[in-house]
């Protein structure tokens, strides 16, 4: 992998993945921002960890698999969880991030089709996940919404000044 921008990276290498009945690849030159994580759980599920592969075989297989009628999209993030287990991600983990892929899914409208048949499973982790998640998400979310009202009042104050210079070791 190698950063493409602040928050993409490119595969210089195939990505081989060999399923039971199937192989995917992902190809050199293709994008990815590993685990889409919102800002509020990156503390829980950081963008990138033991389920790196999963989440960048997933990226490909909702960025080109799924629009290219090659896997659905409920069969996509099936595939992102089963390869999180043999990656032996702990089973909360996996089960909690599947449940995030489903309702992103669910916002997707290239990727919706099928949720209603994971509704019941989605629903029920997302009532079990909830006191683990959502304290401490709201406590971030709150602070995030401080911090960019600070940081929009600071460039106000700033604007118009004199930038400070780089500092030699960058050059």
């Known amino acids: ?63 080109v698999a799924v629009p290219g009628g090659l896997v659905s999209a409920r069969d996509a993030d099936g595939v992102f969880r089963r390869v999180m287990r043999e990656l032996g991600v702990p089973p909360l983990r996996r089960w909690l991030m599947w449940c995030g892929v489903r309702w992103g899914a669910l916002a997707n ?26 304290p401490p998400a709201a406590v971030i979310a709150l602070a995030l919404a401080v911090y960019r009202v600070a940081e929009s009042l600071v460039t106000r104050l700033t604007a118009g000044r004199t930038p400070e210079p780089e500092p030699d070791v960058w050059h």
């Open 109 to 134: 409208p290239v990727r919706r089709a099928g949720w209603w048949r994971d509704a019941p499973r989605v629903l029920a982790l997302s009532v079990l996940g909830a006191p683990i998640v959502v």
């Open 1 to 63: 992998m190698r950063r493409a921008t602040d928050s993409s990276w490119e595969v210089l290498a195939p990505l081989v993945y060999r399923g039971e009945r199937e192989t995917f690849v992902v190809p050199p030159g293709f994008r990815t921002d590993f685990a889409s994580v919102p800002r509020v759980v990156v503390w829980l599920f950081p963008r990138s960890g033991r389920y790196t592969p999963a989440a960048v075989l997933h990226d490909w297989l909702t960025d």
